[in-house]
Structures are given as C-alpha cells and as structure tokens.
C-alpha cells in the first residue's frame, strides 16, 4: 500500500526558506507522479508543484515558479519541495499525494491523486 508523509513545515518569516520532505512509499509500479499541494484556511486545496517518478519532469504552479522546487531520491523513498523566497501567501498547510499512470497525468488535479500524507503547516510572517 502507498504510503506518503510529510514533513518539515514550521515559522519562517517572509523571505525565507523552508524545505519540505515527504516520504513515498509501497508502490507497485514506477510510473507514477507525486504531488505537493496546499490548503490556506478557507480556501480549496491547489496544486503546487508536481514530479513524475519516470523521467523526473517536473512541474510547477505559476505562483511558486522561480521560488520552489521539487526533486526526489528514489533510492531513499523521498520527494522534497524547497521553498525559497516565502511570502505570506504562502501560509498553508501542505501535503504531499501520489497518482499512478492510468495513461495521461493531471498532475494539478487534487482528484486525480489517490494517496494523501498528513498535512505539515508553513507559516510566513509578514
């Protein structure tokens, strides 16, 4: 069974940078795309960046391009999402999902994603 957490969230002030871990593991097959997503109070959870586990590519969300990014060690059952240059939007609780290939990704589709890790809270100050 897939199993997927997240950690690494805390307090930064804005400016700063965090990085978030998720441990990914239980897969049976190696095509499938892990997910780091988001959830601010009050609104609807977003993708944020995205990595597909076959060839690596990697997708980001226009409001993080330039200031995160996503990477894996597969060898060590990780996917981490560095967060550079925070802003107080960026204050959410993220998550980590995985999907697995079923012939086309939507790899910002909160749906598509099957397996979920527990939330791990980032706070940015103003």
């Known amino acids: 069974e897939v199993q997927l957490q997240a950690f690494g969230g805390g307090l930064v002030q804005a400016g700063g940078s965090l990085r978030l871990s998720c441990t990914a593991s239980g897969f049976t097959s190696d095509d499938y795309a892990i997910g780091w997503f988001r959830q601010a109070p009050g609104k609807e959870r977003e993708g944020v960046s995205c990595i597909n586990s076959s060839d690596g590519s990697t997708y980001y969300a226009d409001s993080v391009k330039g200031r995160f990014t996503i990477s894996s060690d597969n060898a060590k059952n990780m996917v981490y999402l560095q967060m550079n240059s925070l802003k107080p939007e960026d204050t959410a609780v993220y998550y980590c999902?995985?999907?697995?290939?079923?012939?086309?990704?939507?790899?910002?589709?909160?749906?598509?994603?099957?397996?979920w890790g527990q939330g791990t809270e980032v706070t940015v100050s103003s």
């Open positions: 999902a995985a999907q697995y290939y079923g012939g086309s990704y939507y790899y910002f589709a909160v749906d598509e994603y099957d397996y």
